[in-house]
C-alpha cells in the first residue's frame, strides 16, 4: 500500500510540471484529488483493512494529498503570474506612436432650433410648458373642439395605445392642459415644444416629429388681435430664418382657431424669386394659426365674452430643414456624425 501511495506522488509531481497553463492545471487537480481520483479510492477502502492499518493508511494518503495539493498551489502561482506577463506584453501601449483622431459629435440641429425657439420667445415675455407625449383623447382631441368624426382622429393617423390613450399628435394639447391647470383664469403666454407622432414616412414627413405650439389669451379689454399674431410671428420668422424673410397669410380651417389661417414663408432657397423647391412659387408653407375658437376657451375654463387670444404652431423638423438647407428629413435621424458635425460649422459662419 505504501509503494503505492508513494508511486501517486511521483507521477503527480511529474504531472504537475509538465502543466503548461492554467486550466491543464484545473483539470489534472480533478483528476490527482477529485472524488474519482486514486487517492480518493484508498481512503474509501480503508474500511476493508485491519484496525492496526487503517491509522497508518490513512494517515500516507492524507500526506500525499496535502504534498499534492501545494505543489498545485505552487505552480498556479508560476502560471498565472506568467500570464499575466504575457497579457501585458501583448497589450503593451506604445505611448510614442501617432494618436488615432477621435470623432468628437455636436448639438444635433433639432436641438439647436429648440433652444432658439425657446430663447426668441422667452425673450417677448412667454413661459415654456411641457406636457405627456403618452395623451388621452380627450386632451388631444375633444378639448380642441375635434369632433368625433373629424379625419385628425383616424385610426390611419394616429398611433392609440388604447381607446383613450393615443401617442400625441399635436402639441396643442398641452395648451388644453395649460388652460385648464391655469385654475385663476389669468391671462397666458406660452409656448410648447416637443414630439409628436402621426403615421407619416417621407422625404419630407416622419411617424416621429417635433412641434412648437405658442398660445396667448387675454382679457378682450386689451385687443388682442390678428395684428398681434401677425407680428409676433414675424418677429419669430425673421429671427430663424433671416431678417427679410416675409410672411403671407392664407384663410384656412382648423377647428381650435376661428378664423384661421396657413402662413407661408419666402422661400429660404430663392429667397421669394421661384425655385423647384417652392415649386416656382418663391412661397413655402410653413405654420398654421389663427385666433383661439371661443368654443375652445369654453371647454377650458375661459369666458369668450371676457378672454380672446391666438394660437400657432409649427413643425420644427422642417423649420430645421429650411434653416440649415436639410432636402431630406430622415438624415435628422441617422445619427450620421459626418452630417451632424456640419452644423457646428454653420453657427460659426
Not at 105 to 125: A, C, L, T, Y
Not at 256 to 264: A, G, H, M, N, R
Not at 330 to 341: E, G, I, K, M, P
Request: with cysteine; aromatic share 8%; charged share 30%.
Amino acid at each position: 500500500m505504501k509503494e503505492k501511495i508513494e508511486e501517486i506522488r511521483k507521477v503527480a509531481k511529474e504531472k504537475i510540471e509538465e502543466i503548461q497553463n492554467l486550466q491543464e492545471l484545473q483539470d489534472l487537480k480533478v483528476k490527482l484529488l477529485g472524488k474519482k481520483s486514486e487517492l480518493s479510492n484508498l481512503l474509501k477502502g480503508l474500511g476493508t483493512l485491519s484496525q492496526e492499518e487503517r491509522p497508518k493508511v490513512g494517515s500516507l494518503v492524507n500526506e500525499a494529498r496535502n504534498e499534492i495539493e501545494q505543489k498545485i498551489q505552487s505552480a498556479e502561482a508560476i502560471l498565472k503570474e506568467k500570464a499575466m506577463a504575457q497579457k501585458l506584453e501583448k497589450e503593451k501601449i506604445d505611448i510614442t506612436a501617432p494618436s488615432t483622431k477621435i470623432t468628437r459629435g455636436s448639438k444635433h440641429p433639432i436641438n439647436r432650433v429648440i433652444e432658439e425657439i425657446q430663447d426668441i420667445f422667452v425673450s417677448m415675455g412667454y413661459d415654456v410648458v411641457e406636457g405627456p407625449e403618452l395623451e388621452t383623447d380627450e386632451f388631444c382631441f375633444e378639448r380642441l373642439n375635434l369632433p368625433q368624426g373629424h379625419p385628425a382622429r383616424d385610426m390611419q393617423d394616429s398611433f392609440y395605445i388604447t381607446e383613450e390613450y393615443l401617442l400625441r399628435t399635436q402639441t396643442s394639447a398641452v395648451q388644453a392642459r395649460t388652460m385648464i391647470a391655469n385654475e385663476e383664469k389669468s391671462p397666458i403666454r406660452m409656448i410648447c415644444t416637443g414630439k409628436t407622432y402621426r403615421r407619416e414616412d417621407d422625404a419630407t414627413h416622419s411617424h416621429q416629429f417635433n412641434q412648437v405650439e405658442g398660445l396667448v389669451i387675454d382679457y378682450k379689454e386689451k385687443n388682442t388681435s390678428l395684428a398681434d399674431l401677425k407680428g409676433t410671428l414675424e418677429v419669430f420668422m425673421r429671427k430663424m430664418l433671416g431678417p427679410n424673410t416675409q410672411l403671407r397669410f392664407r384663410p384656412s380651417y382648423f377647428p381650435f382657431t376661428e378664423p384661421s389661417y396657413e402662413v407661408d414663408v419666402t422661400c429660404f432657397k430663392c429667397g421669394g424669386k421661384g425655385c423647384p423647391l417652392c415649386k416656382k412659387t418663391g412661397w413655402i408653407e410653413l405654420l398654421g394659426s389663427g385666433m383661439v375658437h371661443p368654443r375652445v376657451l369654453e371647454m377650458n375654463g375661459y369666458d369668450p365674452e371676457k378672454y380672446s387670444g391666438f394660437a400657432f404652431g409649427t413643425g420644427i423638423d422642417r423649420l430645421a430643414m429650411f434653416k440649415y438647407g436639410i432636402t431630406d428629413m430622415r438624415y435628422l435621424y441617422t445619427n450620421d456624425v459626418r452630417f451632424l458635425s456640419q452644423f457646428d460649422r454653420k453657427d460659426e459662419n
